[in-house]
Nanobody, 122 residues
Framework: QVWPVESGGGSVQAGGSLRLSCTAGRTSSDNAMGWFRQAPSKGREFVASISWNGGRTSYADTVKGRFSVSRDGGSTMYLQMNSLKPEDTAVYYC?????????????????WGQGTQVTVTS
């Protein structure tokens, strides 16, 4: 399996939490991975990324302190989202990077999942 598959989206009230998961196959353990999101009528924006071994993470300013990205040492990545706000409503995409380290540039990620909807109600 090369293409990532997301799960865990849903609807939650503001202030609540959700945990997204992404699996990208056994061979993804050497690759960085990232989360992006796209709200209606907006472009795709970076949320967080994690290096191949989990030792380096990066976050968008809009989610820093509320979201946490992790991976299990293999092919599964997680995004723990706390203190959710209505403006976090979007389709969340998991992406697998070409290299061992990656940031916010979408061109670093050749493999993308289909996305999972996250809706935060006020």
């Amino acid at each position: 399996q090369v293409w990532p598959v997301e799960s865990g989206g849903g609807s939650v009230q503001a202030g609540g939490s959700l945990r997204l998961s992404c699996t990208a196959g056994r061979t993804s353990s050497d690759n960085a991975m990232g989360w992006f999101r796209q709200a209606p009528s907006k472009g795709r924006e970076f949320v967080a990324s994690i290096s191949w071994n989990g030792g380096r993470t990066s976050y968008a300013d809009t989610v820093k302190g509320r979201f946490s990205v992790s991976r299990d040492g293999g092919s599964t990545m997680y995004l723990q989202m706390n203190s959710l706000k209505p403006e976090d409503t979007a389709v969340y995409y998991c992406a697998r990077a070409r290299g061992s380290y990656a940031g916010s540039d979408t061109s670093q990620y050749p493999y993308w999942g289909q996305g999972t909807q996250v809706t935060v109600t006020s």
